[in-house]
């Protein structure tokens, strides 16, 4: 029998302990050394917290953890994780390796999301990774379509309290007042009205009235005789009347008629001078642009005398005019017109469905207050019609002038224009 010798137990006994330590922690770790376990790789561009010893689950059951975790070779910054599969579980093709938060406080693992393709990868292959939205991202998603919203109701009712400060200005107030104050004057006119009402009821008035009615009534049963004679009478005038030939008088009235109806036709055709005058558009038109262009040379006669009519003359004792010469054209500043809308203490949007069809709307902010002006012409006749239609949407419209940039008295430049 061959004697071991206590150093050699001794060896035994350490590689024994040694191996049982290692196979702990391991074990402690969650690796078994007695398994049979595969390796596959994942490449990641971020792991979000990802460790060794994370747990690898597949549909929430753990089948391995993560043994290694480094950065590739080609100094990309990415990350290569080595994941360690317990048993023989195939995983299939397409198969992707999410990592995910396993517990609230953020404790990251990966998810096998697993897709049964019919074909597998091998130990030691490479398969897809994913990243699951963290709870921040998750939470951003869905508060940004409620700030959007939020957005969105603050600006409707900035639009909604301009609307209503612009239509309950001080003259609306004032309006609403004054048709209170007559609401309240029509209903003492009315209870003024149902007391003489009352009073003539009183006074007996009515029952005079009903006893005149029936006066006439018994008048009427009295005379009823000469009522009926009467009768007769119109009756045998309209016999009269039937007897009468006064079909000369038809044929009379229905020639007029053919006559009137002639001249209609020929009024709405082009063959006479009144048709061509009533149907022709161009001849219309062209009386309309000579009425214009007459309208315009009088009123530039008007403002420009010298344009048209020149004098030479010298005195001898009286004026003798010899020939016309042109004398030096006067250079006068011309007035705009505008029409003021509205001032607002709030920015209003030009594009407002308030100022349509008023062409382009200029703003203009002096101190707090900003002013809204529409149409630029020295046409007053034109700036009058625009007030028109400004003043539909905006009752307090009115007409301003200006003279070289300058704001000028509109009775002023009406004078100016007249001189």
């Not at 048993?87 to 517990?103: F, L, P, Q, R």
Request: with cysteine.
């Amino acid at each position: 029998m061959i004697k071991i010798s206590k150093y050699t137990k001794l060896g035994f006994l350490v590689i024994a302990c040694l191996t049982i330590l290692i196979w702990g922690i391991n074990y402690l770790k969650g690796i078994d050394l007695l398994k049979k376990s595969s390796n596959y790789y994942v490449i990641y561009e971020k792991i979000d917290g990802l460790l060794k010893s994370s747990t690898i689950t597949i549909n929430g059951f753990q089948v391995g953890q993560v043994t290694e975790v480094g950065f590739l070779g080609d100094y990309s910054g990415r990350l290569l994780v080595t994941m360690q599969i317990e048993g023989d579980y195939k995983i299939g093709k397409g198969t992707t390796a999410k990592i995910v938060s396993s517990d609230i406080m953020g404790t990251k693992s990966i998810k096998l999301e697993i897709v049964h393709s019919g074909e597998y990868y091998h130990p030691d292959d490479t398969i897809p990774g994913a990243i699951e939205s963290d709870l921040k991202e998750q939470v951003s998603m869905q508060v940004l379509p409620l700030k959007n919203k939020a957005e969105e109701l603050i600006a409707s009712l900035d639009s909604a309290i301009t609307v209503v400060t612009y239509v309950f200005n001080e003259r609306t107030r004032e309006n609403l007042s004054e048709s209170f104050e007559n609401i309240n004057r029509t209903i003492a006119n009315i209870e003024a009205a149902s007391s003489e009402l009352k009073t003539i009821i009183g006074s007996g008035k009515i029952n005079s009235i009903i006893t005149n009615l029936d006066s006439i009534s018994t008048t009427i049963k009295q005379n009823s005789g000469q009522i009926a004679n009467i009768i007769r009478n119109l009756s045998s005038l309209s016999d009269s009347l039937s007897k009468l030939n006064i079909s000369p008088l038809f044929a009379e009235i229905s020639s007029s008629i053919s006559g009137l109806n002639a001249i209609i036709q020929k009024l709405n055709t082009s063959e006479s001078s009144a048709g061509l005058l009533i149907n022709d558009p161009a001849l219309y038109q062209n009386l309309n642009n000579l009425a214009g262009s007459l309208d315009l040379l009088l009123k530039d006669v008007r403002n420009n005398p010298k344009r048209y009519v020149h004098f030479s003359a010298f005195n001898i004792g009286k004026d003798v005019y010899i020939t016309a010469k042109p004398s030096a054209p006067e250079e006068k500043d011309q007035i705009i017109y505008k029409v003021h809308l509205i001032s607002s203490p709030a920015k209003l949007s030009v594009e407002s469905p308030f100022f349509k069809g008023l062409g382009t709307i200029e703003e203009n902010k002096v101190s707090e207050t900003y002013n809204y002006l529409a149409g630029k012409t020295s046409d007053f006749g034109a700036i009058t019609k625009m007030l028109d239609a400004a003043r539909i949407n905006f009752p307090n419209a009115s007409i301003i002038a200006f003279k070289n940039g300058r704001k000028l008295k509109l009775e002023k430049a009406i004078k100016k224009e007249a001189n």
